[in-house]
């Protein structure tokens, strides 16, 4: 027998330069292959870590895609500040938390299942 441990979940926490202590956001990414599931996303300036970080969040963690279940306001919020510096898609609609949600994914490049 033999046995494998695979870390495959992070947090995210970001810190404003005026504040090195302090987070200002943070969210949770889980790790299956290489698709990272975010959830429990607090704090505006998350959305400006994924306008300005993107491509190094998905490097460091080792996926393709950041996704997950947000609101309608938070998927225009996501749209709006990553044009230009992502790739952003709504997969689907479905039932999260009881309320129903746009699937979003963000990615370096398009990808053909987007």
């Known amino acids: 027998m033999k046995f494998e441990i695979e870390p495959n979940q992070y ?6 330069d005026e504040h090195p202590d302090n987070y200002v956001a943070s969210a949770l990414i889980r790790v299956y292959g290489d698709r990272g599931w975010m959830s429990s996303i607090i704090g505006p300036r998350f959305y400006e870590l994924l306008r300005d970080h993107l491509n190094e969040i998905l ?18 919020l996501m749209r709006m500040m990553c044009r230009g510096h992502a ?5 689907h609609r479905g039932m999260c938390a009881g309320r129903r949600m746009p699937w979003v994914i963000f990615s370096k490049e398009k990808l053909p299942w987007c």
């Open 87 to 91: 790739e952003f898609s709504i997969s």
């Open 11 to 16: 947090v995210i926490r970001v810190y404003d």
């Open 59 to 76: 490097d460091q963690v080792g996926v393709r895609t950041l996704e997950g279940y947000v609101t309608e306001s938070h998927a225009r």
